[in-house]
């Protein structure tokens, strides 16, 4: 399995800045997801962000809204730009691991943004 | 585009009652997770079912994939007041390198488990 920490927890912010999000795993993985999850609703994936190579988005979601970094294999930042309101959410990262139930995918913490 | 449909989507029942939570997707896939999730908290790994026919039980709740229906069952027995949460199946169309990775979520089936 794998352990995930995320900063902040939570933030409450202004509309038309940024924020940059944190993900730090505590074992070297190859993928890193990133999803979105409004108030009340399921996960939508933003992207997919594998060391080494560029983020790989879904339909959507573009990289000069979130753009991704994903330095090493236990790290990885996404930044929300230019925020309005419908940006609140819940962002979580996750990353693919194996552990006691096979191999799946562990979530972070999220964290719980809202733009004002 | 993949699709993946819960129901139901809300759910009360009685402490000691048994129920199904259901779950279709649209496109061919022979992998397929459960997760939890707790009112503020992350996403917890319930079950991965990986071929059809695949079942899967811990404690009280029993996790079952028909590939070919394209439907999977989450059953709990004999409910208690600790199983009160958000249930999300989710779907991976990915073979290969990149099966485990983009996964489809359902909406959620909210479980209330009254004393």
């Known amino acids: 399995s794998a352990v995930i920490s995320q900063k902040p927890s939570r933030d409450i912010c202004q509309r038309g800045t940024s924020l940059t999000i944190q993900c730090q795993v505590d074992s070297q993985v190859t993928m890193m997801f990133w999803y979105r999850q409004q108030p009340g609703q399921s996960l939508t994936l933003i992207a997919t962000a594998n060391q080494g190579s560029e983020a790989t988005y879904e339909s959507g979601f573009v990289i000069d809204k979130f753009p991704i970094s994903r330095p090493n294999l236990t790290f990885s930042t996404l930044t929300v730009s230019n925020m309005s309101p419908e940006d609140s959410s819940i962002y979580l990262c996750?990353?693919?691991?194996?552990?006691?139930?096979?191999?799946?995918?562990?979530f972070g913490p999220g964290t719980r943004l809202l733009v004002l | 585009e993949l699709k993946v449909e819960q129901n139901p989507l809300f759910l009360s029942m009685q402490e000691g009652k048994n129920y199904t939570i259901y779950c279709n997707y649209s496109?061919?896939?022979?992998?397929l997770y459960w997760y939890r999730q707790d009112p503020g908290k992350s996403l917890e790994s319930l079950f991965v079912?990986?071929?059809?026919?695949a079942v899967k039980q811990e404690g009280r709740l029993m996790a079952s994939l028909d590939t070919k229906a394209r439907l999977s069952t989450l059953h709990i027995t004999a409910a208690v007041h600790d199983l009160s949460a958000t249930y999300f199946c989710?779907?991976?169309?990915?073979?290969?390198?990149?099966?485990?990775?983009?996964?489809?979520f359902g909406e959620g089936t909210q479980l209330t488990v009254n004393p």
């Open positions: 079912l990986l071929s059809n026919g």
């Open positions: 996750s990353v693919l691991a194996s552990g006691r139930l096979g191999e799946t995918q562990y």
């Open positions: 989710a779907v991976d169309p990915g073979v290969g390198e990149t099966s485990g990775s983009r996964l489809t």
């Open positions: 496109t061919t896939s022979d992998r």
